[in-house]
C-alpha cells in the first residue's frame, strides 16, 4: 500500500466568523492511498485542538505509517492511531481513504458498502456572526438561485447577546421571502445565564434548535439548561468520540458528528450509535473541507436527522469533484466509494 500526501490552500468566499475566531483559509491535506491498481482518497483539516497545521499532519500520519500498517484491517489502523495519540483531524483523512479504497474494491459506492441510505435530509448553509448589514448582503448571495431551505447561524459574539439579538432579528427580517427554517450555533460563546435567556428568546423567534450554547468542559452546566427548556439542544464541541455522550446524554436532545473532530468514519459511525442508543437525535457537520471529506460526510449522512455539510460550497473554488446540492440535499456522487477526488 502506497500512501501520499499533497497539501492544497483552500480560500473560502466568504471569511466565517465564529464566538472563537475568524477563518478565510486554510491548508488542508489530500491523502491518496493506492494498492491493487485502486486510489482512496481522503482528506484532513487542522483543527483548534490536536494538529494546528497541514505541516503537523503530515508529521502524525508519517509516524503513523511508520508502522508498517499496509496489512492491518482499518480497525487495527485506528487502534494504532490512538495508541500513538495521532490528532483525529490528522487521522480522519487517512480514514476516509481507506474505506474510499475499501468500497472501490468491492466496486459499490460508500454508503451501501456500509448498509446506509442515500441521504434524504437538506442541508443547512452557515452564515458566520457579523453586523445587520452584512447579513442583508449575505443572505440573498447565499439562497438566491439555491434549493437550500435551512440556514445555520453564528452566534455566541464576543460583543455579548445585544449584539447577537440585532444579528438574528436582521436574519429573521432577511430570510423571509426565502421561507427558510433557522437553526443557532453559539460555539460555545454564552455563559450559562446567558444561554438560558438566549434559548427562551429564540424560542419565539423561528429557531429550530441551539448548538453548543454553552463552552465545552463545562457540560455540567446542561442539566440546567436542559430543564424546562423551550427549543432542543445539541452539543459539538463537548461531543469528540463516542464515550463523551454518555456523561451527558440525559441533559442534551442531540450531538453533532463531524469527521474531522472525531477521526474519520470509524469512530463516526460509533458516535452515531451510541447517540441513538440512548434516544438522541443526530447531527453531521464540517469544519474547512472540500468535496473529499464532504462527500464522505455525506456518504454516512442517510439516516442523519440534521445535515450541516456545506464547507464545499464556500469555497473559491473547491480543489476537489464530489458531493453537490441536489433539491437541497448534499449527495455523493453515486459511483464506487465516495465518490470524489482531488482535481488540481
Known amino acids: 500500500m502506497k500512501i501520499s500526501f499533497q497539501k492544497v490552500l483552500l480560500n473560502k468566499r466568504f471569511p466565517l466568523k465564529i464566538s472563537r475566531f475568524v477563518s478565510s483559509s486554510c491548508y488542508n491535506v489530500f491523502i491518496?492511498?493506492?494498492k491493487d491498481g485502486i486510489i482512496g482518497w481522503g482528506e484532513s483539516a487542522p483543527a483548534e485542538k490536536g494538529a494546528k497545521t497541514?505541516?503537523?499532519?503530515?508529521?502524525?500520519?508519517?509516524?503513523?505509517?511508520?508502522?508498517?500498517?499496509?496489512?492491518?484491517s482499518i480497525s487495527e489502523i485506528e487502534q494504532i492511531s490512538r495508541e500513538l495519540k495521532i490528532s483525529?483531524?490528522?487521522y480522519a483523512g487517512l480514514d476516509i481513504a481507506l474505506w474510499d479504497w475499501k468500497a472501490k474494491k468491492a466496486n459499490m459506492p460508500l454508503h451501501a458498502l456500509l448498509g446506509l441510505p442515500i441521504p434524504k435530509t437538506k442541508t443547512s448553509l452557515t452564515i458566520g456572526i457579523m453586523s445587520p448589514e452584512s447579513v442583508k448582503e449575505r443572505i440573498p448571495l447565499l439562497f438566491q438561485n439555491s434549493t437550500a431551505k435551512y440556514l445555520k447561524v453564528k452566534?455566541?459574539?464576543p460583543d455579548g447577546i445585544?449584539?447577537?439579538k440585532l444579528m438574528y432579528e436582521q436574519v429573521l427580517e432577511s430570510s423571509k421571502k426565502y421561507n427558510l427554517g433557522l437553526r443557532v450555533d453559539a460555539n460555545g460563546g454564552w455563559n450559562t445565564e446567558e444561554a438560558k435567556y438566549m434559548i427562551e428568546w429564540l424560542s419565539k423567534r423561528?429557531?429550530?434548535?441551539?448548538?453548543q450554547p454553552i463552552e465545552q468542559g463545562m457540560e455540567k452546566n446542561l442539566k440546567t439548561l436542559y430543564e424546562n427548556r423551550l427549543?432542543?439542544?445539541?452539543?459539538?464541541e463537548s461531543c469528540q468520540f463516542s464515550q463523551d455522550i454518555i456523561e451527558y446524554s440525559e441533559w442534551v436532545d442531540g450531538v453533532n458528528l463531524k469527521l474531522m473532530k472525531s477521526g474519520g468514519i470509524t469512530e463516526g459511525l460509533k458516535v452515531l450509535a451510541t447517540a441513538k442508543a440512548y434516544g438522541l437525535k443526530t447531527m453531521i457537520g464540517?469544519?474547512?473541507?472540500?468535496s473529499i471529506s464532504i462527500s464522505a460526510a455525506a456518504s454516512i449522512s442517510g439516516h442523519i436527522d440534521h445535515i450541516d455539510l456545506d464547507s464545499h460550497y464556500n469555497l473559491k473554488p473547491d480543489p476537489a469533484y464530489g458531493a453537490e446540492m441536489i433539491d437541497g440535499i448534499t449527495m455523493p456522487r453515486l459511483s464506487p466509494g465516495h465518490g470524489a477526488f482531488l482535481t488540481n
Open 162 to 164: 445585544d449584539t447577537d
Open 286 to 290: 464540517c469544519m474547512s473541507e472540500s
Open 206 to 211: 423561528k429557531c429550530d434548535y441551539v448548538e
Open 231 to 236: 427549543l432542543p439542544i445539541f452539543v459539538d
Open 155 to 157: 452566534l455566541g459574539s
Open 54 to 72: 497541514a505541516d503537523e499532519i503530515i508529521t502524525e500520519l508519517e509516524k503513523l505509517i511508520k508502522t508498517n500498517i499496509s496489512n492491518k
Open 32 to 34: 491518496k492511498v493506492e
Open 88 to 90: 483525529p483531524c490528522s
